[in-house]
């Protein structure tokens, strides 16, 4: 019976883990979906929660901190991730130095006041774990927001190229992508770059201030591939056209490498489950009869 039992959760486990693997890229959906909730509420969750208190009891003393570069660094991945209207560089600090530090001594002291107490390396690893939590936010909506950005980027590419054989100019095209496709974040930033070129910015600082503020490989070659035919005066439309072509040819290689990384990755079930599961459901009553139990 328990060898059975242990066959069974061998069993269970396997299978979860395959459902993980397999329903990932629904939740990466789901995160995209609470990520564009949080950004409409202006910050939510533990964020909002604790925004007054490391607004008023961290950040006057964490904004005297000397970190300019990780300060440069922290800014462009907030402005990628698409939460610049939720966090600044300031609340990001601020908010890391709360979790890290203030929440665990307050846990702490709570529990010392109650005439009980934690072992420190739980206290270390609250520590550990509520400092690097608000960075590994930042790079999770980073991350959702490129894939979206990536699986919306042909479509805008071949609209691109549509419009310009058409006769369109290149003004023209990007704003015929704003009406015609569906809302995104790559959308989202080429109306923003639109509005910047109406304000006076010149188109090439335009295209290169949008792909700095995706910080995305894709994005930033497309970009500099058209500021170099826009300057050099050559076809818009031929270069797009060869641009979907190469995005399209490197969504299909990262297809096939995920399609060979996925039976790779159902060796650990397959070998360390369900092999032991099958093993112990038909050799173990084998083993039992010869050690005399019934």
């Known amino acids: ?13 396997s299978t979860f883990y395959i459902s993980w693997n397999l329903f990932s890229g629904a939740l990466e959906n789901a995160a995209a979906d609470r990520l564009d909730q949080a950004k409409k509420k202006n910050g939510s969750g533990l964020l909002k929660l604790s925004r007054p208190l490391f607004r008023g009891l961290v950040q006057p003393y964490s904004q005297k901190l000397k970190l300019e570069d990780w300060r440069k660094d922290a800014k462009r991945k907030i402005i990628s991730a698409g939460l610049e209207d939720v966090m600044d560089v300031e609340d990001l600090i601020a908010f890391k130095i709360f979790m890290g ?3 665990p ?25 509520g400092f690097i939590y608000p960075s590994l936010m930042v790079s999770g909506a980073r991350a959702v927001r ?19 054989e058409a006769g369109l100019d290149f003004i023209g095209a990007l704003q015929k992508v704003v009406e015609k496709t569906r809302p995104g974040p790559f959308v989202n930033e080429i109306e923003r770059m639109l509005q910047e070129i109406r304000l006076g910015t010149t188109r090439a600082d335009a295209m ?34 060869v641009q979907s072509d190469l995005i399209r040819t490197q969504r299909f290689t990262a297809a096939e490498k995920k399609g060979a990384a996925a039976s ?19 050799f173990g009553p084998v083993a ?6 019934k």
Do not use: N
């Open 1 to 13: 019976m328990f060898l059975a039992l242990i066959g069974i959760g061998l069993a269970g486990g």
């Open 101 to 103: 530090f203030v929440v």
């Open 105 to 129: 001594l307050a846990i702490y002291t709570y529990f010392l006041a109650m005439g009980g107490g934690i072992p420190l390396w739980i206290l270390a690893g609250m520590m550990l774990i």
């Open 146 to 164: 490129h894939e979206e950005i990536k699986l919306q980027l042909p479509f805008v590419i071949d609209l691109l190229t549509l419009s310009t």
């Open 208 to 241: 290169r201030t949008l792909a700095w503020r995706i910080d995305l490989q894709e994005i930033s070659s497309l970009i500099a591939v058209l500021v170099t035919a826009d300057q050099m005066g050559s076809s818009l439309g031929d270069v797009l056209r």
């Open 264 to 282: 790779q990755k159902l060796l650990f079930p397959l070998i360390f489950c369900i092999m032991p599961a099958v093993f112990i459901m038909i």
């Open 288 to 293: 039992l009869s010869f050690l005399g139990v």
